[in-house]
């Protein structure tokens, strides 16, 4: 079992909706990274959450550390959303594990 | 916010030379900058961990002869890919961890992708 899974593997979406995508981990953090990784190959990093929750425009980024579980989530998609969208995890020993992403595709 | 730089951003080369890649962190000092390898369709791995002033750490299987990191100043880390093959074709993303951080933020730069003939 990876230590970083994350649900779906591929998500395809109309322009408007409300995406949901979820991330489990297995191991102690003390940060969870969301990235979001365009066809170019470019990483921005999007949040970076050791609790709560964080917003940044139609971003939503919620973590629950007693059930080891993050969701990002995008209200109002966009076409220009389309990207994969990977979760990684950090312990004391800085070493992020990534999951194996999750490829979103936004239909106009 | 932070931002951290590559360059290039991509690079074409032959077979048996040397590349080198650089990871810069523009507006804050980086104790430590990691260095990851992307092949197609997989996930970022974690190559080698470099802090500055110090020689890198490197993950297991990775070649520390082959893969030669400099980290020699705060804002600055260098990979040379040494006598590059077909096999090493990627894309190389490093990430900065800001100096006196208290939390355990990464920031990354944009990757260079690397093809070697």
């Known amino acids: 079992k990876n230590e970083v899974e994350q649900s779906p593997q591929n998500l395809t979406a109309q322009e408007g909706e409300f995406i949901t995508i979820n991330c489990s981990y297995s191991?102690?953090?003390?940060?969870l990274h969301w990235l979001q990784q365009h066809p170019g190959g470019g990483i921005v990093s999007l949040f970076m959450?050791?609790?709560g929750k964080k917003k940044h425009g139609r971003l939503i980024a919620t973590i629950n550390i007693q059930e080891k579980h993050s969701s990002l989530h995008i209200t109002a998609s966009h076409p220009r959303d389309s990207a994969v969208y990977i979760c990684?995890?950090?312990?004391?020993?800085?070493?992020?594990?990534f999951g194996k992403g999750t490829k979103l595709t936004v239909n106009p | 916010g932070a931002v951290v730089s590559q360059h290039p951003s991509w690079v074409i080369c032959k077979s048996g030379t040397s590349v080198k890649i650089e990871c810069r962190s523009l507006?804050?000092?980086?104790?430590?900058m990691f260095w990851y390898r992307q092949f197609p369709k997989q996930s970022l791995m974690l190559m080698a961990t470099?802090?500055?002033?110090?020689?890198?750490?490197?993950e297991q299987g990775v070649e520390k002869d082959k893969f030669l990191i400099n980290h020699a100043s705060l804002t600055l880390s260098t990979l040379t890919v040494t006598s590059a093959h077909p096999e090493d074709s990627s894309f190389y993303i490093c990430?900065?961890?800001?100096?006196?951080?208290?939390?355990?933020?990464?920031?990354f730069g944009p990757g260079t992708r690397l093809t070697v003939t």
């Open positions: 990684a995890v950090g312990g004391g020993s800085e070493k992020l594990v």
């Open positions: 191991v102690g953090i003390s940060a």
């Open positions: 507006d804050f000092q980086a104790t430590t």
């Open positions: 959450l050791s609790s």
């Open positions: 470099s802090n500055e002033g110090s020689k890198a750490t490197y």
């Open positions: 990430s900065a961890r800001m100096r006196q951080s208290s939390s355990y933020e990464q920031y």
